[in-house]
């Protein structure tokens, strides 16, 4: 992208938008937000690439996806929220990918924590790190996956592929930091509530794996700390979670 193309990106987003860098390719948009951070980056700060050679998922998990298919960026955030609230910011980038989808007449769903469904297949994943002062999230939207890598063929689906047409990652990139901005800004309360009525785990039997354990339980409700409440009264803030009906 040359500067031309840099200042259109800018131009395109909402005000809240601090700063933007671009790069064709990188290693991880979050590790360049995070790098950033430490230099100074303030509140609203973008990181946006075309391709990772090295991107990153919740539990240790590779993002995969062919250079150019998606949206991929991570954004700077100097929260205000206490650090045991910090877990909301990544709640909240679930649920303003969800409302962004929604308002291209899509319906989108939340497996829990924040991994963005569209009939049954993940379409958007997020990554929230923090470090002292800052949080990082990385979001990346599944767009154009014509060509599908094998190891997500049968688990993941691109916007295009279910608008049934053309879509502009400009226009999706707006459109998210433009529902995510109030939503990290605003009170803590705003995105327990606005998340439930995106969450389809709620409701559904599960099978959640710990790390030291699984537990099977029906969630039933996501606590004001963003943790999965089961019916047996497991309060699940960190796991690998899986839907079983």
């Not at 919740?58 to 998606?70: E, H, I, Q």
């Not at 297949?121 to 890598?149: C, D, Q, T």
Request: aromatic share 4%; hydrophobic share 45%; charged share 20%.
């Amino acid at each position: 992208m040359n500067d031309l193309g840099l200042q259109s990106l800018i131009d395109a987003l909402p005000a809240w938008v601090s700063g933007v860098r671009f790069f064709p390719e990188t290693d991880s948009t979050n590790r360049r937000a995070m790098l950033w951070a430490t230099e100074g980056a303030a509140h609203g700060s973008l990181v946006v690439a075309d391709f990772q050679t090295a991107g990153r998922g919740r539990m240790g998990r590779d993002w995969v996806a062919p250079p150019g298919s998606g949206l991929l960026v991570s954004i700077v955030l100097r929260p205000r929220l206490e650090p045991d609230l910090h877990p909301l910011l990544g709640l909240a980038a679930g649920v303003a990918v969800c409302e962004c989808l929604a308002g291209m007449g899509l319906e989108p769903g939340l497996k829990w924590p924040n991994d963005v469904l569209l009939a049954g297949r993940k379409v958007s994943g997020i990554l929230a790190e923090a470090a002292p002062g800052v949080v990082v999230l990385g979001i990346g939207v599944n767009i154009g996956l014509a060509v599908m890598p094998a190891e997500i063929a049968s688990t993941s689906i691109g916007v295009e592929e279910a608008t049934g047409g053309q879509v502009d990652r400009l226009e999706v990139l707006a459109g998210l930091i433009g529902h995510l901005a109030p939503l990290v800004d605003g009170p803590p309360d705003q995105v327990i509530s606005r998340y439930r009525d995106w969450c389809r785990t709620l409701g559904r039997r599960v099978r959640v794996d710990l790390g030291s354990g699984l537990v099977e339980d029906l969630a039933v409700d996501v606590d004001a700390g963003g943790s999965l409440v089961l019916a047996g009264g497991a309060v699940i803030r960190a796991g690998d979670v899986t839907q079983l009906r």
